[in-house]
T-cell receptor, first 113, second 112 residues
Framework: NAGVTQTPKFQVLKTGQSMTLQCAQD?????MYWYRQDPGMGLRLIYY???????DKGEVPNGYNVSRLNKREFSLRLESAAPSQTSVYFC????????????FGQGTRLTVV | AQSVSQHNHHVILSEAASLELGCNYS??????LFWYVQYPGQHLQLLLK??????LVKGIKGFEAEFIKSKFSFNLRKPSVQWSDTAEYFC??????????FGAGTQVVVTP
């Protein structure tokens, strides 16, 4: 049982390049999240998906798109990377009911130069 | 809008000292509250959670937290810390729409 798996673990991009961060969970969870973590700012929600086929913006959605094609996978796409998007990105999933916690992946460290 | 505020950004204390980290939230409806811990180089792990019932919640590794509804607070405590408690601690709130929102975190350093 792998939990939440993120790929890649590390990535360096040039400004203007695009890439997709992948996330998959094997816990049959309904809800999935993408966060970015920056020093002194905690985790900020980028996008949220309550169930397959639905997505909703979080606190900092600009510059990102997401796709929830099936229950397992929730991808985050940067269409034109900017240095301000240098961060550690975490994917998480939860069963969906409010009482249950989220389970996190190991993170993707992204540097945009 | 929902928000989460953690009072201390950085705490340094000695082994065996007591720890208390403050967390306040702003949200008018029913909430679920969480404390997560992130050890250096690792992902977030759940310490404890509150969703109903006894407002004093006990979690793993000797941590506990008290939900005070009238103060919109959910403070984390540990009576006697160890060096291995050095980590970053995050308070989080989940409102009725299911979004999980985090505070800015508190970096705790425990010195031997």
């Amino acid at each position: 049982n792998a939990g939440v798996t993120q790929t890649p673990k590390f990535q360096v991009l040039k400004t203007g390049q695009s890439m997709t961060l992948q996330c998959a969970q094997d816990m049959n969870h309904n809800s999935m999240y993408w966060y970015r973590q920056d020093p002194g700012m905690g985790l900020r929600l980028i996008y949220y998906s309550a169930s397959e086929g639905t997505t909703d913006k979080g606190e900092v959605p600009n510059g990102y798109n997401v796709s929830r094609l099936n229950k397992r996978e929730f991808s985050l796409r940067l269409e034109s990377a900017a240095p301000s998007q240098t961060s550690v990105y975490f994917c998480a999933s939860s069963p969906g009911d409010r009482a249950n916690e989220a389970f996190f992946g190991q993170g993707t460290r992204l540097t945009v130069v | 809008a929902q928000s989460v505020s953690q009072h201390n950004h950085h705490v340094i204390l000695s082994e065996a000292a007591s720890l208390e980290l403050g967390c306040n939230y702003s949200y008018g409806g029913t909430v679920n509250l969480f404390w997560y811990v992130q050890y250096p180089g690792q992902h977030l792990q759940l310490l404890l959670k509150y969703f109903s019932g006894d407002p004093l919640v006990k979690g793993i590794k000797g941590f506990e937290a008290e939900f005070i509804k009238s103060k919109f607070s959910f403070n984390l405590r540990k009576p006697s810390v160890q060096w291995s408690d050095t980590a970053e601690y995050f308070c989080a709130v989940k409102g009725s729409w299911g979004k999980l929102q985090f505070g800015a975190g508190t970096q705790v350093v425990v010195t031997p």
